[in-house]
DNA sequence: GCACATAGTATCGAAAAGGATACTGTCAGG
DNA sequence: CCTGACAGTATCCTTTTCGATACTATGTGC
């Protein structure tokens, strides 16, 4: 099964033309998004690391997103029933195999965004 | 200077972290303009033709949308003074250079949404 | 008892994005 | 004369998105 449950909240639509990329493009649309799954490439992160990492967004947004992926399963989302409550993201393999396309946009984005960015590159 | 007038609708902000990522999107954001980055990657084309090759988008968008890629250097615009007006868009070098991120976009989605995009493929 | 940390929810409201529809002006075809 | 194509504008309205703020529950440290 290809699409299992694609909890896309944008319909496609008819999509008459060849448009997997705008079925993509529902997944990872979102202000967030992308970043969350950049940050989450180099390792396993909890949920205030995450806020930490990314300080613009805010706590609703952040819930928000990682739902949104977590549904679309591109993350996996791991609670540990401790008492100060404890919860994991990490990449499904389906988001994992996603790297080529966020390291493509950040090359680009180096590329393009001057050196700056590069200097600060977490 | 490696960014003139970025014409960013969306506020980067302080960008803390390293973002050339959140830069980037805020460039091809918008429901609409990857897909048409996607069609002008095979050639020029008119404004009518690419209202033709994505049907779901109106024509208050697709001007949008087209001018926003122009402003941020993305396409060119050639006007004919012709008197059934025409208009051509193309890629501008920094525009085709978004390539590897639309195939591997356009990748990850065939790989991800199955053999009826596939073939519909244009 | 009070504050802090964790990982959220709930609610409100502003702003932005997007869609529908109607209109422009000129020329060609019938 | 009427229609259609071209490449848009202009206007209005709905939907979605996003942000701010306040609140929950539980345990630890002071």
């Known amino acids: 099964m290809p699409s299992p449950s694609p909890a896309s909240r944008r319909k496609t639509g008819g999509c008459p033309t060849g448009c997997s990329v705008e079925d993509t493009l529902s997944l990872i649309d979102g202000k967030w998004k992308i970043v969350i799954l950049y940050k989450l490439l180099r390792g396993t992160l909890r949920f205030n690391e995450i ?57 680009w984005g180096d590329a393009n965004f001057g050196a700056q960015a590069q200097a600060r590159a977490a």
């Open 51 to 107: 806020r930490r990492q990314i300080p613009a967004v805010t706590q609703r947004m952040l819930t928000n997103q990682l739902r949104e992926l977590e549904a679309d399963g591109l993350v996996i989302r791991t609670v540990y029933p401790e008492v100060p409550p404890r919860v994991e993201y990490s990449l499904s393999a389906k988001g994992r195999s996603l790297e080529p396309v966020l390291l493509a946009l950040k090359a």
